[in-house]
């Protein structure tokens, strides 16, 4: 009994590493060519290489927002 059991947790272990082992490649393209990924603004076609940089970069062209609940500003 004591066999079967170390076979069964060698077969978890194995099952654990796969999946981590592809889970550490989500995102990579083309075998790791992630960098060829450009990501454009749309207002400007001003290229970034991540989509953080671009939606960080894509604020800056938003109207001001005015102040329309009656306050005025000091």
Request: charged letters at 25%.
């Amino acid at each position: 009994m004591v066999a079967g059991s170390e076979s069964f947790d060698r077969t978890v272990e194995d099952t654990t590493t796969n999946c981590l082992m592809l889970l550490s490649r989500v995102g990579e393209c083309g075998g790791g060519d992630a960098e060829s990924r450009v990501f454009r603004c749309k207002t400007c076609m001003k290229e970034f290489s991540s989509f953080q940089a671009l939606g960080v970069h894509r604020v800056s062209h938003r109207k001001p927002v005015s102040n329309s609940s009656g306050e005025e500003q000091s």
